[in-house]
């Protein structure tokens, strides 16, 4: 297997580690199939209210991973001693606040109640990863650092964070903390584009979090590629790895997975324990809201993997299996 490579680009557009069709089928066919689609696709009943226990963040445990699922691909990570929070979404994941596929639940605690963080990890510009109300709300209430890929900074800029907190990285490219603390931009294949002009212009990424006793992969978006093998090679094994299962479908195979290739990807990443995210906050394809995780418990069971499935907003450590079947 060859070592992963840092990110191209041809003129202004960044490229897949392999190629990647954003959709099979055109827009058209995808567009009768949600017209005609009788899948639940959104909760029939108010889920919750699920909130967090903020008197558990009085503290960051020295030693281990404690995780904390705020939906989707948010999550607060705290390893070894650091603290992290990926992708905060808190609205609509629309470039509009009164239309486009809103939470199936609230973020699970108010941004001003959020604890001091070690980092912002932001995976790419995607609605339904970088809000720009809470870049907003962090760039006048809070100080901490941003981590994220290539080409977001302009964009957390232009809300109003200053340039001198932001770090945007490459794939490979890894920022040493000291004490055996570590973060790593790896590849993802994906795309990205908060508009209809500026198609791949800023990169995507999955990311290492690494502590000196425990390593976390955090996969945000992407479809299956051979790279998950070399990154669990290079960086590897894993602890844990948190992977999107959900908003898959035929049409668009390769820029997200499913259940089956999250599961692949795990073994392929050498990862001890699975975490499924992605799923059960958004309205975001056409399968029903909770057949990514009943898929993934299923293949899980056929593959011999263990998963980790905390309900939104249970401030958890990781010590094995945990499913809180929460959804039900």
């Known amino acids: 297997m060859s070592a992963i490579q840092p990110s191209k680009k041809i003129g202004k557009v960044y490229q897949n580690p392999i190629p990647t069709r954003q959709i099979v089928g055109g827009f058209f066919s995808v567009l009768w199939k949600y017209m005609t689609a009788k899948e639940e696709r959104e909760p029939k009943q108010q889920l919750g209210p699920f909130s967090v226990d903020t008197s558990h963040y009085s503290y960051t445990p020295e030693k ?169 090679e290079q960086y590897g094994p894993f602890d844990l790895t948190m992977l999107e299962v959900g908003a898959s479908d035929p049409s668009w195979p390769d820029i997200h997975m499913g259940p089956d290739n999250a599961t692949n990807a795990h073994l392929d990443l050498k990862g001890k324990l699975m975490m499924p995210i992605h799923w059960g906050t958004f309205n975001l394809a056409l399968h029903a809201w909770y057949e990514p995780v009943e898929t993934t418990i299923q293949l899980a069971r056929q593959k011999g993997i263990e998963l980790f499935l905390p309900k939104p907003g249970e401030v958890t450590h990781v010590a094995g299996a945990h499913n809180s079947e929460w959804w039900k």
């Open 64 to 232: 281990g991973i404690r995780v904390t699922w705020m939906g989707h691909s948010s999550l607060m990570i705290e390893v070894d001693g650091r603290r992290y929070l990926t992708d905060p979404v808190v609205g609509r994941a629309s470039f509009v606040s009164f239309a486009g596929p809103k939470r199936f639940f609230p973020y699970p605690m108010p941004l001003a109640d959020l604890p001091q963080i070690d980092g912002l990890i932001l995976s790419h510009d995607h609605y339904d990863h970088l809000d720009a109300g809470v870049m907003q709300y962090f760039a006048t209430n809070t100080s901490f650092p941003i981590y994220c890929s290539m080409g977001v900074g302009k964009l957390l800029e232009n809300w109003g964070i200053s340039k001198s907190r932001i770090t945007e990285m490459d794939w490979i490219q890894t920022i040493d903390f000291g004490g055996g603390h570590s973060l790593t931009a790896t590849p993802a294949r994906h795309f990205t584009g908060r508009g209809l002009h500026n198609r791949n212009q800023t990169l995507w990424s999955s990311f290492v979090i690494k502590g000196p006793e425990h390593n976390v992969f955090f996969g945000a978006d992407s479809g299956y590629f051979p790279g998950f093998k070399a990154i669990g």
